[in-house]
């Protein structure tokens, strides 16, 4: 009796270590291999618009893992794994137990909004301590406050410290704690990191939006939200937002740049600039 069971430890033992083998060799690496990121809390409301606990599964045995078990945690890409005819990628917590979730390709992996690589959390922490200028508070998905202080555009608000939490599909899901230079009030602005990205909204600005140099006129555009010939593409960014995408262009005038917006109607409308400065609009 004992040798057969000895016989049957022996077998489970080796074939245990041949599948782990096996899943190790196929792991693929990947463009984002050897990275670290951290799965955020989530927000009650956003907890209820999809199932979060039917994203992971454990590798060994392809069950599902819970959100509460896997956020505040930090996770390591391993790679991508194929299994019949399905692409998964593979990531490792902290105790070495690996989890999968399924992508459409090498190149396009589709991380949940509520993860966050390290090299984004550190430069989010970086500007603790920093100014910056408030611009999207009308925005709940991006700037809250329990404060009865009207926090206002453009204002001016020290950065204390930031919250990891994620409320909405896209975006990062960091968040700025920020407090009034004029009242000891705080509220919450989404991380934005750098400025001016296509297809991307500022919620704030790393440096003043107007400058005392900013012609007056200008100024009066930007407060209102209009455009006008021979504004900088960064008045007409912060007037009007990040565009859509942004286009190279060459002319007899030199290099220059266009910047596509979306109407409502579904319809674009070109910004053309050259040398900074915006010289015609296509609707």
């Known amino acids: 009796m004992k040798i057969k069971i000895f016989y049957i430890f022996s077998f489970l033992f080796v074939t245990s270590c041949f599948n782990k083998n096996i899943t190790s060799i196929n792991i693929v690496e990947t463009y984002l291999s050897g990275k670290f990121f951290t799965i955020t809390r989530l927000d ?39 299994e019949y005819k399905n692409l998964f990628i593979v990531i490792e917590d902290d105790k070495g137990e690996r989890l999968k979730k399924e992508i459409p390709s090498y ?15 550190k430069e ?10 408030l611009n999207s ?46 009242e000891s009030q705080k509220a919450f602005v989404r991380y934005n990191g750098k400025e001016g990205k296509p297809g991307f909204i500022d919620h704030y600005f790393s440096t003043s939006p107007i ?6 006129k200008f100024r009066r555009n930007i407060l209102n939200r209009k455009v006008e010939i021979g504004m900088s593409e960064r008045e007409c960014r912060i007037s ?28 674009n409308i070109y910004y053309q600039f050259e040398y900074g400065k915006l010289v015609h609009i296509n609707e």
Do not use: C
Request: proline share 3%.
């Open 211 to 216: 400058l005392k140099t900013t012609n007056k």
């Open 240 to 267: 009007v937002g990040n565009p859509s995408s942004i286009n190279n262009t060459a002319s007899r005038h030199g290099i220059g740049k266009q910047y596509v917006y979306k109407k409502n109607n579904g319809k």
């Open 44 to 82: 009650d409301n956003f907890k209820k618009t999809k199932n979060f606990n039917k994203i992971w599964k454990n590798l060994s045995n392809d069950k599902f893992i819970p959100h509460f078990r896997l956020q505040n945690r930090t996770y390591e890409v391993i790679g991508a794994l194929e």
């Open 124 to 133: 989010a922490e970086n500007i603790i301590g920093d100014t910056v200028w």
């Open 137 to 182: 508070i009308m925005e709940l998905e991006h700037f809250y406050t329990l404060s009865e202080y009207d926090f206002s555009r453009f204002e001016p608000v020290k950065v204390k410290g930031i919250t990891l939490i994620q409320n909405f599909d896209s975006d990062y899901p960091i968040w700025l704690e920020v407090e009034s230079f004029k």
């Open 107 to 121: 190149r396009v992996i589709d991380w949940p909004s509520y993860i966050v690589f390290e090299e984004v959390l």
